[in-house]
């Protein structure tokens, strides 16, 4: 999809006009339009645009193009015309009559189920922009086929749409993009309804959660996801994995809100019981759609959890102890790097500035843009440079300017 800054040079170029002659004419720096049509910036600021688009003579929406690359970015000013077409999807306008069509084209059904794969790995990798790229057109091919399905096949069509959502909702939680997060969550909660499926109903639990700890509802998120998981509850005995996992990771959930809310004996026995759900699911595969939104729920992603609540309650030694232990078998990669986090911050906390360096650098290789969207990695970058005497080193300059946006 063409960017904003091809759509300019396009149009400069059908003028006949050099990038100095469009910059005097629209009243902004030559950097700004050298900037855009080499796509160092994705998303100029509104007033920008306006003033740009009419300088070249044409509508400012038809210089819009794939801005959601800004938001990936966190550009300074991407939020207003970033996400455009998600917006259009997921918050269609309405008046009198109804909602007007989708100016989104829809992906044919067929397709669904392999760019929705496609965006799952580019969540997981960190590529934000290329999820971003995908989730429109995934979202109104996934709906367009869910209401459009017959009897036999709508249950199946709507539990597609279910992990379409909810992915979308992972992926704007991590650009916060807040409002229209829940608005996917909430999506994803209908279709799981439509399905009539129960379970995966309380599975969009987990990414609720995660949303209500992020805007600090610490009460909420707790609530619902014990409530969630008492209606689940299985009997360990005859439960099945797909069971075993969604009750855990509620349980998991419901861990985080309490450490966060100063209650580390509640954290404990709710981990205690997501413990037991890890332990009695074993090796047992869980299903492809279950797995795509709770992940795996094995031991080690409750040690991970243990580690992280040890590290809300401020005790460092305790996060390098239970990390000493913890098993990257099995674990998604996005637990895996929140994890590291925790020790890395528990590193700085001790005043090992080298060995939090170290970690943070791996995780900057791994997943630069993930690592740029964490502010508890920014936080701890800064008590890096803040603290220490010495003058940085390359790696540590190297990381205060990936976290300052002068890298990407």
Known sequence: MATIGDNIAQFRRRKSITQEQLAAAAGVSIETIRKLE???????????????????????????????????????????????DLRRVLIPARGPAGYIADEVPALPAAGVPGRL????????????????????????GARHAAENADDAAGPDAYRSLARTYDLTCSVLIQVRAVDLAYQAVTAAQDAAASAGDELLSATTVKRM??????????????????TTADRIEPRFSRA??????????????????????????????????????????????????????????RSSMVDMMRAEAAAVGGEPRRVLDLAANVSRSGVEKTTWRRHRLDVARAHTELRDWSAATAVLSELAADAPVWLRHQRYARDTVRMITTSRRRAMG???????????????
């Open 240 to 297: 099945t994995p797909d069971e075993l996992a969604a009750w855990g990771w509620l349980m998991v959930a419901a861990a985080a809100a309490t450490a966060r809310d100063n209650r580390p004996d509640d954290a404990v026995a709710q981990l205690d019981a997501a413990a037991a759900a890890a332990a009695r699911l074993g090796s047992r595969p869980v299903s492809i759609d279950q797995l795509t939104i709770v992940g795996g729920m």
């Open 394 to 408: 390359h790696e540590l300059a190297a990381l205060a300017a990936l976290m300052d946006g002068q890298a990407a």
């Open 38 to 84: 080499t796509n160092q910036r994705t998303t100029p600021r509104i007033a920008a645009l306006h003033a740009i688009a009419r300088a070249l003579g044409v509508p400012t929406t038809t210089l819009l193009g794939d801005a959601s690359t800004g938001a990936a970015r966190r550009e300074p000013g991407h939020r207003p015309l970033a996400l455009l």
């Open 209 to 226: 959660s995660w949303l209500l700890l992020r805007q600090g509802r610490l009460v909420d998120a707790e609530r619902l996801a014990i």
């Open 117 to 140: 794969a496609e965006a799952d790995r580019a969540y997981h990798r960190g590529d934000y922009a290329a999820a971003l790229a995908v989730l429109p057109p995934l979202i109104a």
